[in-house]
């Protein structure tokens, strides 16, 4: 699968008609941006809803809030534009967990006419749009450290792939297998909850298919990594 991530910026987006059957849009955001899709961002609250608006409002730094506001101001902007709505009259709801069957699963609309995902990391966020359950993350390379902090959780083929390889060239491979592994949990609406190992995803360059999904890695900027999983 080759994927082309479009990019979201201050302009109001031109959109086609919601992706139908296996295909998928993916779009970037540069999470600084004052105005998001023809929206200022200083007005996020007036186009989020109560549990947006209280989730921002318990972040410490500014910096923090603002890249919230940001994601979620493109979210709405882009799921209302598929939807043919206002951004602020897309409900959100969260699904069942498939671990517990609490409340707290996959993000969704109500509804159900279209999924979607939403990652950032840093001042870049990642969204993708599909007909099917779609998981999408995007990984700052992290610092050799936090490598090391996280490795022997992964898959033993995965720790093993690690090990081998250089330690000035495990951050960047890490970085694609995390956004790979992040994508999957994302789409699956586990989460972490069942813990790192599996499934196995690979630190190569081509991810290794799950079965049920498809894995792909995405084009992302330098000194970062993004990956893509839609159910099958």
């Known amino acids: 699968m080759s994927t082309y991530v479009n990019r979201l910026g201050e302009d109001v987006p031109r959109l086609g008609e919601a992706p139908a059957g296996d295909a998928v849009a993916v779009w970037s955001l540069d999470t600084t941006l004052a105005v998001v899709g023809g929206h200022r961002i200083d007005e996020a609250p007036a186009i989020l809803d109560a549990g947006e608006r209280e989730r921002a409002g318990q972040m410490r730094w500014a910096r923090d809030r603002h890249r919230y506001?940001?994601?979620?101001v493109g979210l709405r902007v882009l799921l209302?534009?598929?939807?043919g709505t206002a951004p602020?009259?897309?409900?959100l709801v969260r699904e069942d967990c498939p671990c517990c069957e609490a409340p707290h699963g996959r993000p969704a609309v109500?509804?159900?006419?279209?999924?979607?995902?939403?990652?950032?990391s840093g001042d870049l966020a990642y969204l993708a749009f599909?007909?099917?359950?779609?998981?999408?993350?995007?990984?700052?390379?992290?610092?050799?450290?936090?490598v090391e902090d996280v490795l022997n959780t992964l898959h033993p083929a995965e720790i093993a792939e690690l090990s081998a390889l250089p330690a000035a060239e495990r951050p960047e491979?890490?970085?694609?297998?995390?956004?790979?592994?992040?994508?999957?949990?994302?789409g699956t609406g586990t989460g972490l909850a069942l813990g790192l190992a599996e499934p196995y995803v690979g630190s190569?360059?081509?991810?290794?298919?799950?079965?049920?999904?498809?894995?792909t890695?995405?084009?992302?900027?330098?000194?970062?990594?993004?990956?893509?999983?839609v159910r099958r």
Do not use: C, N
Request: charged share 15%.
């Open 69 to 72: 506001f940001a994601s979620h």
């Open 80 to 83: 209302g534009g598929y939807l």
């Open 88 to 91: 602020q009259e897309v409900v």
């Open 110 to 120: 109500a509804g159900g006419e279209v999924q979607f995902s939403l990652s950032h």
């Open 130 to 146: 599909a007909a099917a359950p779609v998981g999408i993350d995007v990984e700052a390379v992290p610092s050799a450290a936090a």
């Open 173 to 186: 491979a890490m970085a694609r297998l995390w956004s790979r592994k992040e994508a999957y949990f994302k």
């Open 204 to 215: 190569g360059p081509t991810p290794s298919q799950v079965p049920g999904w498809h894995l």
């Open 217 to 229: 890695d995405l084009p992302a900027p330098a000194a970062y990594a993004a990956a893509l999983a």
